[in-house]
């Protein structure tokens, strides 16, 4: 409860201090902004504890204040730390899948379940219109940065969205109660981290400005 407390006195105090601030102050802000995603890796390995709620609104909250066109915000969001959810969807697949497949997750002799053992899970569904991927490309990165910033790991993942999609895991596809007309396009699995992976190199070669 202590470090719940911390956390979310932290997250006023920064807003706060976004709305009020003298120079010397935004350029600390606008440091810590910058070391926040320069600093953030994908985290694969976590501890067994759920991410507490009033972290997990922190998060959300920053989610949904991504910019979207015309601000239609065309997500919805389903939090799941559920562990028999998770590990029944993961037993599903294991039963399923060919154990020759490549990048099978299940030659991993410590998998507790198919979102790289998160113990929360949020499942990202949109509206589909031509800005709704990118939409929720912006709600994502909100909120992996904001779990970062905060001490928490997380880890965008597309494989088991893939295997949520097909007949064999409706049961567990229909349990989110997207609304009707929004289609699954994410999962985000959070936790504490349990690895601290080293950066690897981004080609900034690509990056070009034209005269």
Same mark, same amino acid.
């Given at each position: 409860m202590k470090?719940?407390?911390?956390?979310?006195?932290? $997250? $006023?105090? !920064?807003?706060?201090?976004?709305?009020?601030?003298?120079?010397?102050?935004?350029?600390? &802000? *606008?440091? $810590?902004? &910058?070391?926040?995603?320069?600093?953030?890796?994908?985290?694969?390995?976590y501890k067994p504890e759920p991410v507490e709620k009033e972290v997990m609104d922190i998060i959300l909250d920053c989610g949904i204040h991504a910019p979207n066109g015309m601000n239609r915000q065309p997500w919805e969001i389903r939090v799941v730390d559920n562990e028999e959810f998770l590990t029944g969807i993961t037993e599903l697949q294991r039963n399923t899948i060919d154990p020759d497949a490549p990048h099978n997750p299940f030659k991993d002799p410590n998998?507790?379940?198919?979102?790289?053992?998160a113990p929360t899970v949020v499942f990202i569904a949109h509206n589909p219109n031509p800005c709704s991927q990118v939409d929720c490309g912006l709600l994502a990165g909100n909120m992996v940065n904001t779990a970062h $910033?905060? *001490?928490? *790991?997380?880890?965008?993942?597309? *494989?088991? &969205?893939?295997?949520?999609?097909?007949?064999?895991?409706?049961?567990? !596809?229909?349990? !989110?109660?997207?609304?009707?007309?929004?289609?699954?396009?994410?999962a985000i699995g959070f936790g504490y981290p349990d690895e601290s992976p080293d950066p690897k190199p981004r080609d900034t070669s690509k990056i070009k400005y034209i005269d």
């Open positions: 470090k719940i407390f911390t956390l979310v006195i932290a $997250a $006023a105090l !920064l807003s706060s201090c976004c709305q009020n601030v003298n120079k010397d102050s935004q350029d600390n &802000v *606008g440091q $810590a902004v &910058v070391e926040t995603m320069m600093s953030r890796r994908s985290i694969r390995a998998l507790r379940n198919i979102f790289r053992n $910033a905060l *001490g928490i *790991g997380s880890c965008i993942q597309m *494989g088991p &969205v893939q295997f949520l999609k097909t007949d064999t895991a409706k049961h567990y !596809l229909d349990k !989110l109660n997207f609304s009707d007309g929004y289609e699954l396009l994410m």
